[in-house]
């Protein structure tokens, strides 16, 4: 059974920085294609970015690009984001997704609250 649990989220101001973290567990990790979502009070779920098996390709959203990186430790089952120059939109509730299928992401963790606020 695929399990994704994710951790790190908090309140910080804007300008501020997080790092959201991402624990796989029942997927042949290094193989997975891996992924972070969002979505905010009263809209669609938005994706945020996504990496490659070995991490050597990252892709982003246009909302977070230059702003959050995506990384991955294939020995440690963990996907990483890190969050720089945090603004208000950017509060949400943030997702790990695995493409565990091999196709799309197909499962999903059950959520961290980001906040950002003064």
């Known amino acids: 059974q695929v399990e994704l649990v994710e951790s790190g989220g908090g309140l910080m101001q804007p300008g501020g920085s997080l790092r959201l973290t991402c624990a796989a567990s029942g997927l042949t990790f290094s193989r997975t294609v891996m992924g972070w979502f969002r979505r905010a009070p009263g809209k669609e779920r938005e994706y945020v970015g996504g990496i490659s098996w070995s991490g050597a390709e990252t892709g982003y959203g246009n909302a977070v690009q230059g702003r959050f990186t995506i990384s991955r430790d294939n020995a440690k089952n963990l996907v990483y984001l890190q969050m720089n120059n945090l603004v208000s939109e950017d509060t949400g509730v943030y997702y790990c997704?695995?493409?565990?299928?091999?196709?799309?992401?197909?499962?999903w963790g059950q959520g961290t609250q980001v906040t950002v606020s003064s």
């Open positions: 997704a695995a493409a565990a299928g091999g196709q799309e992401f197909d499962t």
